[in-house]
């Protein structure tokens, strides 16, 4: 695949809840995303594939002062597997630590084993968790744990338990 991966504007915003509606079942809709897109602290990133024109993954991230946290990150179904996510998250790290960021924060659901696996390949370490912060399908708490790694981001840790 000959992968793209540039800014994203608020003229993306449509695309982005797009997107987002096929990675979450929390949805975030249209306007949302646009007050994601429009703040001034926010940076978006989308990548795709080039040659088909298409842009399959996003990544958003708001840095205050000498902390990063990532907002939200996802890719199509279709598109997974490739690379995509694994290179907006470097790609949206090394944005923050120019723009100050020492570290670098999110939140996962302890659940999801794909953002484990990715977010463990890039050095992000376990810092907390938040009881039941997130509802399973069946009505059920699910944990979320924040995850914290150093800037610049160096692969190769894994998490710690
Ligand atoms: C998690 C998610 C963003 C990964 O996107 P992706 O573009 O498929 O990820 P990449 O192809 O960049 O994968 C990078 C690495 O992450 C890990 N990884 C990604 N998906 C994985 C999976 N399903 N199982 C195990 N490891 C996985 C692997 O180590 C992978 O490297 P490899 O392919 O060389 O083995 C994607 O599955 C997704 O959008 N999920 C739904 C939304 C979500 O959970 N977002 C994160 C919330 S914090």
Known sequence: ??????????????????????????????????????????????????????????????????????????????????GLAKSLLFHAAAHAAEYGARTIFLEVAETNAAAAALYAGAGFAIVGRRKSYYRGEAGQGIDALRLSAALPLAAGRGIVR
């Open 1 to 82: 695949m000959s992968a793209i991966l540039r800014a994203a504007t608020e003229r993306d915003a449509a695309l982005l809840a797009q997107l987002h509606r096929e990675c979450f079942e929390e949805k975030w809709d249209e306007a949302s995303l646009h007050s994601v897109l429009t703040h001034p602290a926010t940076s978006a990133f989308i990548a795709g594939d080039a040659a088909a024109n298409d842009l399959q993954a996003f990544i958003a991230i708001q840095t205050f002062a000498d902390e990063a946290e990532i907002l939200t990150l996802g890719t199509a179904p279709t598109a997974r597997r490739k």
